[in-house]
């Protein structure tokens, strides 16, 4: 059995930042994809950024690009995304996942609870 623990969700002002954290445990997820998936109220979940298991390849979706940034810390089994610029309609619950790499949920086996951001205009 996997787990995995969002945190780091909140009230932020347009052009502010947060970073989101992703504790995984219950197992080894270091050879696994690690990915952030965010839904909006009302919308479909939709890809947010990836890492590999080495780190070596992310992917990050063009609504992000360049404004969030996604690491890992194997040693601390933790997953991060740093959320800078942050605009309004980055509003939605951020999930944490992990399975292979992808930008479709259906390749993630592993899903956290969510954590809330509103960013606020």
């Known amino acids: 059995q996997g787990q995995l623990v969002e945190s780091g969700g909140g009230l932020v002002q347009e052009g502010g930042s947060l970073r989101l954290s992703c504790a995984a445990s219950?197992?080894?997820?270091?050879?696994?994809?690690m990915a952030w998936f965010r839904q909006a109220p009302g919308k479909e979940r939709e890809f947010v950024a990836a890492?590999?298991?080495?780190?070596?390849?992310?992917h990050y979706s063009h609504a992000v690009k360049g404004r969030f940034t996604i690491s890992r810390d194997k040693d601390k089994n933790m997953v991060y995304v740093q959320m800078n610029s942050l605009k309004p309609e980055d509003t939605a619950v951020y999930y944490c996942?992990?399975?292979?790499?992808?930008?479709?949920?259906?390749?993630?086996?592993?899903w956290g609870q969510g954590t809330q951001v509103i960013v606020s205009s």
């Open positions: 890492i590999s298991g080495s780190g070596g390849s992310i």
């Open positions: 996942a992990a399975g292979a790499l992808g930008v479709t949920s259906d390749q993630y086996a592993y």
């Open positions: 219950g197992r080894t997820f270091s050879t696994y994809a």
